[in-house]
């Protein structure tokens, strides 16, 4: 289970904080990642996160502005958000990655638990 | 990157029927292809991974092939619950990419 907090209404260049609370699973063997969707739009890929937390990747579209993390402890992964635009406005997602499945190895991993979204509104 | 195109954008089925959706991929991708469903307001759900891998308790009514830059989603005897929008997602170079999604709608 995935469980997103954070989301909320935030002004133009404002920044917000999400987090995301995992149960169920062995956290920290998993990447994580973070998926967006504009209202009405598909599914954008915004960023991962290896499980130990060494490696981190990003959208173009969020590079420089967003940052992932996770703390393993508290099996919870966090995307910190900063210069905020209004094209941002979106359900986040906090997605499970699984690069096996069943035996099968899934190049680049498969999204198979996704949480609930958490929407984040920029607007002045 | 990589660029996924899918066909047709929206589709019109009748309970009972076989459909199928295409998705394309811009250069090849093996068979690293993910299926997702996702109903309005709600999370996307994986369907099926490599192409054809049917996840455990997913109806055995979807099915799915392709290889290399052209895939397929069947779905067969259409049921009400699986109206919904489907999309594909390559994961065999980053970063992965989405498909545009298909609207499956009742006719």
């Known amino acids: 289970l995935l469980l997103e907090s954070g989301g909320g209404f935030v002004q133009p260049g404002g920044s917000l904080r999400l987090s995301c609370a995992a149960s169920g699973f062995s956290f920290n063997t998993y990447d994580m990642n973070w998926v967006r969707q504009a209202p009405g739009k598909g599914l954008e890929w915004v960023s991962s996160i290896s499980a130990s937390g060494s490696h981190t990747n990003y959208a173009e579209s969020v590079k420089g502005r967003f940052t992932v993390s996770r703390d393993n402890s508290k099996n919870t992964v966090y995307l910190e958000m900063s210069s905020l635009r209004v094209e941002d406005t979106a359900v986040f997602y906090c997605?499970?990655?699984?690069?096996?499945?069943?035996?099968?190895?899934?190049?680049?991993?498969?999204?198979?638990?996704w949480g609930q979204g958490a929407k984040v509104t920029v607007s002045s | 990157d990589i660029q996924m195109t899918q066909s047709p954008s929206s589709l019109s089925a009748s309970v009972g029927d076989r459909v199928t959706i295409t998705c394309r991929a811009s250069q090849t991708i093996s068979s690293y292809l993910n299926w997702y469903q996702q109903k309005p307001g709600k999370a996307p759900k994986l369907l099926i991974y490599?192409?054809?891998g049917l996840l455990t308790g997913v109806p055995s009514r979807f099915s799915g092939s392709g290889s290399g830059t052209d895939f397929t989603l069947t779905i067969n005897n259409l049921q009400p619950e699986d109206f919904a929008t489907y999309y594909c997602q390559q994961s065999y170079s980053p970063p992965c990419s989405f498909g545009p999604g298909t609207k499956l709608e009742i006719q």
């Open positions: 997605v499970k990655e699984s690069t096996t499945i069943f035996g099968v190895i899934v190049r680049g991993g498969a999204f198979d638990i």
């Open positions: 490599t192409a054809s």
